[in-house]
């Protein structure tokens, strides 16, 4: 799901589309005005969001089966 979720946000994972949409934007020094990372987020963002998600749920259910 992290992945998916990353892809979909982020140029379907594709760091050769990013840097092109980049370059359509900013035009061929676009290394001068914007970063790479700025555009383009980590993957680890949206594992550590799906395990948050994952654990409240983990969580509801055991509140939910103790009463």
Same mark, same amino acid.
């Given at each position: 799901?992290?992945?998916?979720? /990353?892809?979909? &946000?982020?140029? $379907? ?6 840097? +092109? /949409?980049?370059? &359509?934007?900013? $035009? ?6 914007? +970063? ?32």
């Amino acid at each position: 799901m992290a992945e998916a979720m /990353w892809a979909a &946000e982020n140029f $379907g994972g594709d760091q050769n589309k990013c840097m +092109k /949409w980049l370059e &359509e934007v900013y $035009g061929r020094n676009w290394r001068q005005v914007t +970063k790479f990372s700025d555009h383009m987020a980590d993957v680890r963002e949206y594992y550590e969001y799906v395990l948050i998600l994952d654990h409240q749920r983990q969580w509801e259910n055991a509140k939910n089966s103790i009463t």
